[in-house]
């Protein structure tokens, strides 16, 4: 299994960007994906998931009202939509498949395969 995660950058404070995931090597449409971020010395964070079909989603109380997770069964690819970005939204940014038909999953020990991360800096 690969995902490929992409469209992170800088960008200024109150702005958004919308990061891709695309992944390979597994039927898609049969597992739930998520999006987490890790910021320098502190540990990974959970932010967003989606279910298997995209009729359901859950957030982090954190990015609730900001982000939006969605996916595109045949492209392959999730996406998560960031807006009224913050400063301490600065991390690097991954997406994870989880192999196991729970719902909601929120704990990084419930996903198996992960990207290689995508840096997004906000600036003050």
């Known amino acids: 299994v690969q995902l490929q995660a992409s469209g992170g950058g800088l960008v200024q404070a109150g702005g958004s960007l919308r990061l891709s995931c695309a992944a390979s090597?597994?039927?898609?449409?049969?597992?739930?994906m998520g999006w987490f971020r890790q910021a320098p010395g502190k540990e990974r964070e959970f932010l967003a998931a989606?279910?298997?079909?995209?009729?359901?989603?859950y957030y982090a109380d954190s990015v609730k009202g900001r982000f939006t997770i969605s996916r595109e069964n045949a492209k392959n690819t999730v996406y998560l939509q960031m807006n009224s970005l913050k400063p301490e939204d600065t991390a690097v940014y991954y997406c994870?498949?989880?192999?196991?038909?729970?719902?909601?999953?929120?704990?990084?020990?419930?996903?198996?395969?992960w990207g290689q991360g995508t840096q997004v800096t906000v600036s003050s």
């Open positions: 994870a498949t989880a192999g196991q038909n729970l719902w909601p999953l929120f704990r990084s020990y419930e996903y198996d395969y």
């Open positions: 090597g597994r039927t898609f449409s049969s597992y739930v």
């Open positions: 989606v279910s298997w079909s995209g009729g359901s989603t």
